[in-house]
């Protein structure tokens, strides 16, 4: 009875710890997520500005923290800042960050023209795809990794026996192999938005 019941806890913790990986899977995904968001295709979205840094009193804060970011067409963007005092930094972030984009300050709104990108430049966002995408893919194999460890040494232990390592090693590489899945569509739909003129 008692030794029913240790596997019984075995069993819960290799659930948990199956759903911890997808957990931790889904994470490097939304990262992904949020990076391929910042690039920027021709197209405005306040994703591209979001995560801009702008010095405000000494500290560095998230635009997204100091100001309402729409985009009113396809073509531009309307960066409204809570704090009016806080107009100049942003206006300032925006030039100094590597976006290729011209603030415009009225006093009271900050407006962008999202122009068209030239070739050399949506080339080079393709290739930062293609980086960002295969950070994401290492990070889920790191962490594929570290499972496959575990079970390997939860089975040395004594407490799981080699095939039921074998079928927890297998579903962690099924979850591996969606997350994979779900980073090679995130970088093909980016870089097919990169790629329409």
Do not use: C, W
Request: charged share 35%; proline share 3%.
């Amino acid at each position: 009875m008692a030794e029913r019941t240790k596997n019984e806890e075995a069993q819960e913790l290799i659930k948990q710890r199956l759903a911890e990986t997808e957990v931790r899977m889904s994470k490097a995904i939304e990262a992904l997520h949020k990076e391929l968001g910042s690039i920027r295709t021709g197209r405005a979205t306040p994703a591209l500005v979001e995560r801009v840094e702008v010095d405000y009193y000494g500290s560095a804060t998230p635009l997204q923290s100091l100001a309402s970011i729409s985009a009113p067409d396809a073509r531009s963007l309307l960066i409204q800042p809570y704090d009016k005092g806080a107009i100049g930094a942003i206006e300032k972030a925006i030039q100094q960050g590597d976006l290729g984009l011209v603030p415009n300050n009225d006093g009271q709104v900050i407006r962008i023209a999202i122009p068209q990108l030239n070739e050399e430049r949506r080339e080079e966002f393709v290739r930062l795809v293609g980086k960002k995408a295969e950070e994401a893919r290492v990070s889920i194999r790191n962490i594929r990794r570290d499972e496959v460890e575990y079970f390997r040494k939860v089975e040395k232990d004594g407490h799981i026996g080699k095939d039921e390592v074998e079928d927890n090693i297998g579903a962690v590489q099924r979850i591996t192999d969606r997350f994979v899945v779900e980073v090679d569509k995130l970088a093909a739909k980016k870089d097919a938005e990169l790629r329409e003129v």
